[in-house]
């Protein structure tokens, strides 16, 4: 990769960075407009949804809570503003408003737009933590959303120190326990062209929804790459694999490819690179019209770089983001 191209994609990382601690510290009258902008200005280097920002807050009680796998925990979520809910796009995602052990729940106010900047007005002894998830699932008649969180550690084992909030909630979440919502909006995008999409445990909720929600058509177009540390923090899924990884469907249904990675996460990046080198040895490089890049943000990193320059897929057709960042809560 030539330098002037790196140094552009930092630039482009570094702005995205500052303005998105600076959304956080603006005022309500200001936060929807500098949004906007923002997502006018981000067109020319990523793929930008037309999704609507819902920007609602209001509690919800748990009303169930189990294991799908060893480090994935399951929580459903209840409230009547669920009753209407329609996703605009398969990874529609909220803010999980949480309380501090031992201490009441505090929302902002209900018509909130900043959730971030009116969270981080609240009093510290008050403040709840603030985490995003993906909606697994909905159901309108029984007014409910799932969530699944990935935690760390062995079932009854979980470490603790390695745990974020959100992870550390889920541990200890049951049922009639109350939380805040704040409906936020989705990411993806359908293409008729070929597709990559990248995930790892955190974004896995989200990949299982935009394939559960393609037709074959779309399937048979879609390479796929997931990397984790472990099995365990997966849900089991309808994916197939032959053993010569040259043939794979989802449900039944025939994917372009799919590379499935188990290491370390130091290693995660590298070998997402090397699982992008065997789908271009294997099927020739890919003439995408769309890429969403969603995983630990060294690896969103790595893997947008390696599109632009080796396969030369224009900025503004890849989706990326950084779920989470090693060593850094992200609020």
């Given amino acids: ?11 482009v990382a570094g702005v995205k960075q500052k303005l998105s ?20 200005g981000y067109r020319r280097f990523m793929a930008i949804p037309d999704a609507p920002l819902r920007m609602h807050t209001f509690e919800a009680t748990v009303v169930g809570v189990k294991s799908i796998a060893p480090q994935l925990r399951r929580v459903v979520l209840r409230a009547p ?3 209407d809910f329609q996703p605009s796009a398969p990874d529609e995602y ?19 737009k900043n959730i971030r900047s009116a969270v981080g007005q609240l009093p510290e002894e008050q403040r709840p933590d603030l985490r995003w998830y993906t909606i697994r699932a909905y159901d309108n008649a029984a007014q409910t959303v799932t969530i699944d969180l990935v935690v760390h550690g062995a ?6 120190n390695e745990m974020g909030p959100g992870a550390r909630w889920a541990l200890q979440a049951t049922e009639g326990q109350t939380i805040g919502i704040h409906t936020m909006t989705s990411n993806y995008q359908y293409t008729d062209g070929t597709q990559l999409l990248v995930a790892d445990a955190a974004s896995h909720p989200a990949l299982l929804n935009i394939l559960e929600s393609l037709t074959d058509e779309h399937l048979a177009r879609t390479h796929v790459v997931v990397v984790g540390s472990t099995d365990e923090q997966f849900e089991p899924t309808p994916l197939q694999i032959s053993s010569d990884s040259r043939s794979s ?6 994917l372009a490819s799919y590379h499935r990675l188990t290491l370390p996460q130091d290693q995660q990046a590298a070998m997402c690179l090397d699982a992008l080198d065997r789908i271009a040895s294997q099927h020739g490089t890919p003439k995408l019209t769309y890429a969403w ?15 632009v320059s080796e396969w030369d897929v224009a900025k503004n057709l890849i989706l990326f983001s950084g779920y989470w960042r090693v060593g850094k809560a992200r609020g």
């Fill in 249 to 254: 469907t989802f449900d039944g249904h025939p």
């Fill in 1 to 11: 990769m030539n330098t002037s191209s790196s140094g552009r994609l930092g630039v």
């Fill in 21 to 40: 601690k600076l959304s956080g510290a603006l005022s309500e009258a200001t936060y929807l407009p500098m949004v906007g902008l923002m997502r006018m």
């Fill in 155 to 160: 079932e009854g084992d979980h470490d603790e």
């Fill in 293 to 307: 890049v969603c995983a630990e943000a060294s690896i969103v990193k790595a893997v947008r770089r390696h599109l």
């Fill in 94 to 112: 909220v803010a999980l408003i949480l309380p501090q052990p031992g201490r009441d729940l505090v929302l902002p106010e209900e018509d909130v």
């Fill in 81 to 83: 503003q669920f009753a």
